[in-house]
């Protein structure tokens, strides 16, 4: 019966031309999923037209993931940065865009019946990215502010996140404070560079496009510290010799993923995704793939 209810709404959904992936539109690079879309199309239609009142109160008190809210036809969007090891690189071997947020999208993408589609951008331009409407989603280890949700919205927080300091193993620069009157090192638009400019003041804050950038500089004696999330801090600390990460986090927050204000069809399906990845252990799977527990 839900099956039914479910094929009835799609049918529904696509006739509509409400339902962006999947569509059965002349988009021959997702042809399986338009094809099995256009099947489930003609094999329901007659329930769609007998039942189409009370299809979409079920579709939306069940949280029902339809693929709805997505701009381009059959294919998910995520703005990323790939500077970010380990939730989104270039894996060496071929270039191929790896990591816990790409891997958590290809699982939403592939729940909502989705090609995804990664591009690799500048950080802060992924927010203006989505909100005009380029990229469906921003997703880069994008910490939650009350800042950035005045322009866009954000899902579910799927990660706990914090930033750390990185200095020489020599420093005397023991903790937050130590920072006062330093160089800190920081990759542009981020928290670390947002709170080290409102905590210390803009003489004090070096920006770099890239956080493995700002580590390279703080090895060669150029700035004093570094501010970044903890995890690529491991990676680009372990990457670069005489460098350790301060005991005390400069601060904690979470990561969820963007989307454009006021797309709650696409807000509900990533969230929906998110519920079931979470409750079906695939999240700490692909987490533990990339993080291992200290
Ligand atoms: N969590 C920080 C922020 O949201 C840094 C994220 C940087 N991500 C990236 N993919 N480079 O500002």
Do not use: W
């Amino acid at each position: 019966m839900k099956k039914k209810m479910i094929s009835a709404v799609m049918a529904v959904a696509v006739a509509a031309g409400l339902m962006a992936c999947g569509s059965s539109s002349a988009d021959s690079a997702v042809s399986t999923s338009a094809t099995s879309a256009a099947s489930v199309q003609a094999q329901s239609s007659s329930d769609a037209e007998t039942s189409s009142a009370d299809t979409s109160a079920a579709a939306s008190a069940s949280g029902t993931i339809t693929g709805d809210g997505v701009g381009t036809a059959g294919t998910l969007v995520m703005a990323t940065n790939a500077e970010f090891p380990p939730y989104e690189y270039h894996d060496g071997s071929n270039d191929e865009i790896v990591g816990i947020d790409a891997e958590i999208a290809q699982a939403i993408a592939d729940k909502m019946g989705c090609k995804l589609q990664i591009e690799d951008i500048a950080f802060d331009s992924i927010i203006p990215e989505v909100t005009s409407g380029k990229a469906d989603m921003g997703m880069a280890g994008m910490t939650v502010t009350d800042e950035r949700k005045k322009s866009v919205d954000f899902s579910d927080t799927y990660a706990e996140a914090s930033q750390v300091i990185i200095v020489k193993n020599d420093s005397a620069i023991t903790s937050p404070d130590g920072l006062k009157d330093k160089i800190i090192g920081v990759q542009t638009g981020t928290t670390g560079d947002i709170y080290a400019t409102d905590d210390f003041g803009d003489d004090h804050v070096e920006r770099y496009n890239k956080g493995m950038e700002a580590v390279q500089a703080l090895s060669q004696g150029k700035i004093d510290a570094v501010i970044i999330d903890r995890e690529p801090a491991k990676v680009f600390v372990a990457d670069n010799t005489g460098l350790k990460i301060l005991d005390q986090a400069y601060t904690t927050e979470q990561y969820a993923i963007a989307v454009e204000k006021g797309n709650t069809a696409l807000l509900n399906n990533i969230n929906a995704a998110l519920a079931e990845l979470k409750a079906d252990g695939t999240l700490d799977k692909i987490v533990s793939k990339y993080i291992t527990a200290e």
